[in-house]
């Protein structure tokens, strides 16, 4: 059963690391379509859409490496992470 988080008994809070990569991923995302929408004013140059998805698909391939970086970080110092309820 799906509750509203102010009624649920148990609240689970996002890691640290799941919210900075969602700040990541949106900020390059809204950078990738701002200087594809400022390329219709400039002589000689087009906009594209594959260039947005090019942006947007090396930011989450950067994003996957840090992860995995990470979970080796923590398998090689025999550490743990902990999901946050309050």
Request: aromatic share 16%; proline share 1%.
């Amino acid at each position: 059963e799906k509750l509203s988080y102010a009624q649920a008994k148990q609240k689970t809070i996002k890691h640290d690391n799941e919210v900075f990569i969602m700040y990541s991923f949106w900020l390059t995302a809204l950078i990738a379509i701002l200087n594809e929408y400022f390329q219709f004013f400039i002589e000689g140059r087009n906009p594209s859409i594959l260039d947005v998805m090019i942006a947007i698909g090396s930011t989450c391939s950067i994003l996957l490496i840090s992860r995995i970086a990470f979970m080796i970080r923590l398998k090689l110092f025999k550490q743990e992470e902990y999901e946050y309820i309050n």
